[in-house]
């Protein structure tokens, strides 16, 4: 599988990576985010959502575990499931609702709702390194593997 590894130093780099995932996706698809706390997976979905077309705020669905999204004809569901005590919980959140193949899902803390959750196109994971962070993006689907061609082809 064509797994992508970069460095992005700083909160605006990790946004505009965002924003140039957005526009591989076209808005369909399903991410996992992981990585520790303040690893900076709402930075990077802050970049994407943005990317997508959405003006204004995006805050973090800690409290809530999930904010969605509707901009123009592309619906965008990012979750944290980081305050999710079982992920049987995800059941009645309606979860199936939200993966029904046309909307872009963001999911941080994918491990809580283990069992719960579809198979992403791409888990990224977030770890710190020097001033900034490392990204490690493995693709899961054909569609991931697709993502990451053009990535790889694009930073090397
Ligand atoms: N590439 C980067 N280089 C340096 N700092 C970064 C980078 N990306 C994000 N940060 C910073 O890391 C901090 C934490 O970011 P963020 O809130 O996105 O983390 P998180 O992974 O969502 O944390 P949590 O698990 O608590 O939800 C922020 O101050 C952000 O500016
Ligand atoms: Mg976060």
């Given at each position: 599988m064509s797994e992508v590894t970069l460095y992005l130093q700083g909160e605006e780099a990790m946004e505009a990576f965002g924003q140039r995932l957005a526009a591989l996706t076209h808005g369909v698809g399903t991410i996992f985010l992981e990585g520790?706390?303040?690893?900076?997976k709402t930075t990077l979905s802050r970049g994407l959502i943005r990317g997508l077309g959405h003006v204004g705020a995006v805050k973090?669905?800690?409290?809530?575990?999930v904010e969605p999204y509707e901009i123009g004809a592309v619906r965008a569901f990012h979750f944290d499931?980081?305050?999710?005590?079982?992920?049987?919980e995800l059941e009645f959140l309606g979860i199936r609702d939200y993966f029904d193949g046309d909307a872009l899902c963001l999911i941080e803390w994918p491990q809580k709702g283990a069992g719960f959750l579809p198979k992403p196109d791409l888990t990224i994971t977030i770890s710190p390194a020097a001033a900034g962070r490392s990204l490690h993006i493995a693709p899961q689907t054909v569609r991931g593997v697709a993502w990451c061609a053009v990535l790889a082809q694009e930073i090397t």
């Open positions: 520790d706390l303040g690893a900076g973090s669905p800690t409290f809530t575990l499931l980081y305050r999710l005590v079982d992920p049987e």
